[in-house]
């Protein structure tokens, strides 16, 4: 059996005891399929958390051509949630050959059940289970999620390949686990009580078609439904004095001193913190400095939730509603002490234009914009988190010297930003000016129009300026990059590194990139060679 953690459990959950009808062990004795048999031994057996609910799971109820009676202890309760999945239901071929209607693998909509609600009082609710409506199957295709259900393990952050340790590189770099792929996955759906104030005292479960596993059931009170979490938010962990952030990630994508239970940490970074109050006196591409008691954090968390925090000895449970509010007894100055505040949420969508202020045309720069609170803010198509290692350092983005984020775009660019001040940087290699600039964002912005000066005119003197030797990027992204550098010429090198190549199969021999007969305009060119 498999046991897992996802989390932290909420406090406005608790489980319901059910009295199953079949041991997990015995239901390789039972009318299921070989595939579902063959996956029991990864099924969740005894405590689970799963998106912040508590299950306790013993026996279960095995669902197949006959009615179940599961009788409860009598309880009230605003929501109850099933943790359940469904054997597999292998679509019919007619007899042209052909699969109709054709419902995936999953078979979509395909009544599987009906789980009766009985009350004290006699009367009943029913409620039709749907396939990849209100469960799944235990195994699924690409895709085939549900629509009512999620997979009863929530979706977690990764790390890097070369921050932490992971056997997939390439799914490291997304930085985000779905985590809903299991040898078994169970489904929760979570229902809306419409009788609160009725006792219910047991359920009926009735077969239409195929098989259930019912494992557990749990019970509790939400605002809203619990398993539906809000947009990306933002906040400023404080650490005390004498601690230092701990970034790494255990197998569930956990931190160990900042959870969530009803939602999930996106991401939890050092604080860069940046010369705001003089920002547009200092110089352009200046490093920020990090500190060691001041966090970063991303998240995304049902309105109930709460942030449980996991500080040496001191433990705490923090309302996501009232991050930013006071917390009682939180003095930063003395060394026991922390608090998390929030972060105005970048949701005002903004269109950002870089001009040349002789002509007005859109002009290729290098950007950089941050927050009040110091976060990078990035282009609605740009990394949020960059990566600069080797052979990583793919995208249009620079990280210089490991701290100052920037990325480049092509004269324009879409940006989410927080309402008030917005720190922006501009440049463009060597003949342009860097500009620093605060602006303030209020709920009518929809464009910042920024202009730049040309102040040396080298080019016009017949100075070329070229980097001879460039790795990694596709010709495309060179030649923005070049552009927005203010860098002529770009030589991309195809190359071999033992048994690696790279940039091999962008060359050709005639094309290049920038040049009038690729469609550009020649001043900016990438060249692919060796």
Sequence with gaps: ????????????????????????????????????????????????????????????????????YVKLDPLTTQWLVFLHTSDERPPVINKDGFISPMRGAGQLG??????????????????????????????????????????????????????????????SQTRAASADSMAWTNWLWAWHNPYPEKTIVGIRLEPVSGSIVLSAISSGTASEQPFRWQSRHKALLRLPMDMKFEPGLDQDGLLSQI???????????????????????????????????????????????????SLGTTQMQIPVAAVGQSMPGADISTPTDCDLTAIPPAKQRVI????????????????????????????????????PAWYEDYSADFVHLGAHQCTYIPGETNVDLPLGKVFIEVSKGFEIRPVRQVVHVTPETEEIRIEIDKVLHWREKGWVTADTHVHFLSPMTA??????????????????????????GDFDGTNTWGSPQTGGEGEYLVRVGT
Aim: net charge negative.
């Design 1 to 68: 059996m498999v046991e897992y953690t996802d989390g932290p459990a909420s406090p406005n959950f608790a489980p319901v005891p059910l009295k199953g009808t079949i041991s997990f062990p015995e239901l390789i004795h039972a009318p299921i399929s070989e595939n579902l048999k063959k996956a029991l031994s990864y099924a969740p057996h005894q405590s689970l958390i799963a998106w912040g609910v508590p299950f306790t799971i013993d026996n279960a109820v095995l669902l197949t051509d006959e009615s179940v």
């Design 110 to 171: 395909e009544h599987a059940a009906d789980y009766v609600i009985c009350y004290a009082d006699g009367t009943e609710e029913r409620l039709p289970i749907r396939r990849r409506y209100e469960i799944g199957a235990f195994q699924r295709g690409w895709g085939e999620n549900s629509f009512l259900a999620v997979a009863a393990h929530k979706p977690h952050p990764l790390r890097a390949h070369h921050e932490q340790m992971n056997p997939t590189w390439g799914r």
């Design 259 to 309: 959870q969530l239970d009803l939602g999930q940490i996106i991401s939890a970074t050092p604080r860069l913190t940046y010369p705001n109050v003089t920002w547009d006196e200092t110089y352009n591409n200046a490093l920020p400095t990090q500190t060691d008691r001041e966090v970063l954090v991303e998240y995304t968390a049902h309105p109930d939730a709460h942030f449980h925090l």
């Design 352 to 387: 950002v234009r870089v001009v040349d202020r002789q002509s007005g045309k859109p002009v290729a720069v290098k950007i950089h914009i941050h927050g009040s609170a110091d976060e990078y803010l990035a282009p609605v198509d740009r990394h949020r988190i960059m990566n």
């Design 479 to 504: 030649l923005l990059e070049g552009a927005a550098e203010g860098v002529n010429i770009v030589n991309l090198l195809a190359s071999q590194w033992g048994e690696l190549m790279t940039n091999v």
